[in-house]
């Protein structure tokens, strides 16, 4: 039961700082003073005012008082930002943990192994706490002397709180499991929210709806891909920190800082540095894959999966099917399998035909890579090649260019056989991979003495006179004549 005198010392602390006195005057207070008075019952510690204070004045409680508890009591609330020490009434805020395990390293010397794999550290810091004063803490700790060969007054005990003990590893994997609870009834509501308002990040158009359309579009319209939507928690969060580096004027793969944002722009272009940065640990947090197993990352999971991937393969590849790659067409969404089926269709029904025009242009295969993409662009963007119409839709672009016969009337040269056109407009198109060289580039190879003629072995003459070709050639027309 707490005394009466320490209720006083409790509450009758009063704050250092400056006080105005009724004339107005400012009076300059001793800092870290404390004032006490003797109490004659437990509703003065409430009621008695202070010394230095007016008696007219109502009295009133400012702020919520809590009473002392027992050294193995809990100081403070759940959800409280500090964390209390193991062993006294030290406090130190959640986010000076280091703190905390160095107070308790020097004054009480005791130390915890493997911090990183507790899930909840005030939790559990608030559970040992109880369970020290219940039992001695030779009971559950390791003990580690030091300095074992010096005289016995120059030895020293140092006590290993770890999961070796079975009740410690109890209790880590159980605030493992409700921290996994929690993250994901987390990322079940933030999927299921329909409410979600944003920006992107690099061209500032807004988003309504669900934060998927928002991710979908930077990773369509921008190639930056943060991940599946459905594997990222807390999610606006995320959003914020990376915006807040942005801000900064800092890349967000490499974490360079730039002069201006114009800058930092055309460094993440350039670079390809549009995603962020996966050997940094503050995005661990946003992604559900770092909080399924205890102390394990993502890299180290994703491991695990590829070894056991290579464990089960089978050297029998028998069964294998392979599915032939399917290429489409310039003008419609049609596929074939091979380029002479493609080719057929173009023609039927696009009057246009590769195969003539690569002949009579005398087209190499780099050529018609550029030939090809060029198409492909043009199409993408709505525009004939051959009047430069551009129109709303595909569909009205294929209309107009069948009807003007406007799909076999190429542009000149110059126009389409371009450098530019070397970059495919489909990373996906398999159409270029089906191309190939034209007859003439090879008649003019061969016309031009381009043909690489690998000599026979000289050296043995006797036996390449018998083993020879020449002979079998020579003995046909001989029983030919």
Request: proline letters at 3%.
């Amino acid at each position: 039961m707490a005394t009466v005198a320490e209720l006083g010392v409790s509450v009758m602390r009063v704050e250092s700082g400056r006080r105005k006195s009724r004339r107005g005057k400012e009076v300059k207070k001793n800092s870290g003073s404390m004032w006490l008075q003797p109490l004659r019952s437990c509703s003065d510690v409430l009621f008695t005012p202070l010394q230095g204070r007016s008696s007219d004045s109502k009295d009133c409680i400012l702020e919520p008082l809590s009473l002392p508890e027992s050294p193995g009591g809990t100081t403070s609330l759940e959800g409280s930002p500090s964390v209390p020490c193991i062993f006294c009434e030290e406090h130190f805020l959640i986010d000076e943990q280091d703190k905390l395990l160095k107070h308790m390293i020097i004054e009480h010397k005791t130390v915890i192994a493997d911090v990183k794999l507790v899930a909840d550290f005030q939790r559990y810091i608030s559970y040992w706490r109880k369970r020290f004063t219940e039992q001695p803490i030779t009971d559950f700790c390791s003990v580690i002397r030091i300095n074992s060969t010096a005289p016995f007054e120059e030895q020293d005990n140092y006590f290993l709180l770890c999961d070796v003990l079975p009740e410690d590893r109890i209790l880590r994997e159980e605030l493992q499991k409700q921290r996994l609870k929690q993250i994901l009834e987390q990322q079940q509501q933030e999927r299921n929210d329909d409410n979600f308002q944003g920006s992107c990040m690099f061209c500032n158009e807004e988003f309504l709806g669900n934060r998927s359309v928002l991710l979908n579009h930077m990773a369509r319209e921008h190639t930056f891909n943060i991940g599946l939507p459905d594997n990222i928690v807390n999610c606006n969060e995320f959003l914020c920190t990376l915006q807040k580096k942005l801000d900064n004027l800092q890349c967000l793969y490499c974490e360079k800082t730039f002069r201006d944002k114009n800058t930092l722009k055309d460094h993440m272009r350039k670079k390809q540095h549009r995603k962020i940065n996966p050997k940094n640990r503050e995005y661990d947090r946003f992604y559900v894959i770092n909080y399924l197993e205890l102390g394990k990352s993502w890299e180290e999971v994703q491991l695990e999966d590829d070894r056991e991937l290579l464990d089960h393969q089978e050297d029998d590849w028998s069964d294998w099917e392979e599915h032939p790659l399917s290429a489409v067409c310039l003008f419609c969404e049609k596929q074939a399998e091979t380029i002479e089926k493609l080719c057929v269709h173009m023609e039927d029904a696009h009057e246009f035909d590769l195969l003539k025009i690569k002949s009579e242009l005398g087209l190499n295969f780099y050529q018609q890579v550029k030939l090809v993409n060029f198409i492909r662009r043009q199409i993408h963007q709505c525009r004939c090649y051959g009047c430069h119409e551009k129109f709303k839709s595909k569909a009205d672009l294929r209309t107009h260019m069948e009807e003007a016969k406007h799909t076999s009337l190429l542009p000149e040269r110059q126009t389409w056989d371009q450098p530019q056109y070397y970059f495919p407009t489909y990373e996906n198109d398999t159409l270029l991979c089906t191309l190939s060289d034209s007859e003439s580039d090879l008649t003019a190879q061969e016309q031009n003495g381009n043909i690489a003629i690998i000599s026979e072995d000289t050296s043995k003459l006797r036996a390449l006179k018998q083993s020879s070709i020449l002979n079998q050639l020579l003995l046909h027309e001989s029983l030919k004549n």
